[in-house]
């Protein structure tokens, strides 16, 4: 569905992507993990088309998108979830997920509300309020929601769970399976690897501005480097040789 060919990427003069390469499937959950500063949040706004990319390819189902603005890819069916949610503070919920339709025919717009509030029911508690007057969990889901709005094919998701309590990290990370239900394939960013690789099926790793490491989900959960740099953890023990005494 999506493949990215030798992505560089500058702010000024100072380049901090340097030739990324990836490719997500249809209907997969992928994530990219590492530090802060490793360039994850600058990927996904380059892929989005915010960011100005000085070298590479981006293909999008088939079609060659990196000369293509920010606007096209979201008719095209590529929608970002931004780091910090940005919700329109000032207006109510069922404004900010309008907004997100924009794209959209009017009957489109109020089919796929519904849909929203269903995946959503908080939000659909509190349609008429403020954003800005919303926890940062129902934030979060807001932007989730104002994204899904577009009826994107590809979501992609910078950090979800920046600034939430456990509990809603939990919440959120159970939510990508069920949108991978609904037919969304989805390329989540995210510092809390651990969180991120437990829900993802395959993930890449970055540091500064390079990937240093992919594979399925779970391998990466025991590659023993991975865990000592991004996942706080030991690595696993040795197993024991076959017929050692104890
Ligand atoms: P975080 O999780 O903190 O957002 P990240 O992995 O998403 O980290 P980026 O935000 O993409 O990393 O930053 C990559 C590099 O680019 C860092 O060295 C950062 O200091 C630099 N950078 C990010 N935004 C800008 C900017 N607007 N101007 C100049 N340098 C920037």
Do not use: C
Request: net charge neutral; charged share 20%; no cysteine.
């Amino acid at each position: 569905m999506l493949e990215v060919h030798q992505l560089a990427s500058a702010y000024g003069r100072i380049e901090v992507l340097h030739g990324i390469d990836l490719h997500v499937a249809r209907g997969e959950i992928v994530t990219i993990v590492g530090s802060n500063g490793a360039g994850k949040t600058t990927l996904l706004r380059a892929l989005s088309g915010v960011q100005p990319m000085r070298a590479g390819r981006i293909v999008f189902e088939g079609r060659q998108i990196e000369k293509d603005a920010a606007h096209r890819r979201v008719q095209l069916g590529l929608a970002q979830v931004p780091e910090g949610r940005h919700v329109f503070a000032p207006l109510s919920v069922q404004d900010n997920l309008l907004l997100g339709g924009w794209t959209r025919p009017a009957a489109d717009r109020r089919r796929e509300i519904e849909g929203v509030y269903e995946l959503f029911p908080a939000l659909a508690e509190r349609r008429t309020q403020h954003a800005g007057s919303l926890s940062g969990g129902q934030q979060q889901m807001l932007a989730i929601g104002r994204a899904l709005m577009s009826q994107p094919r590809l979501l992609l998701l910078d950090e979800p769970s920046m600034g939430l309590a456990p509990v809603l990290v939990d919440q959120i990370f159970a939510l990508l399976p069920r949108l991978k239900a609904r037919g969304l394939t989805v390329l989540v960013v995210e510092q809390n690897a651990y969180a991120a690789l437990a829900a993802a099926d395959r993930g890449y790793v970055m540091e500064t501005g390079r990937i240093v490491a992919s594979g399925a989900a779970s391998e990466l959960m025991h590659d023993p480097s991975v865990r000592e740099a991004y996942l706080g953890l030991a690595a696993e023990p040795a197993a024991p040789l076959a017929g050692a005494v104890a």
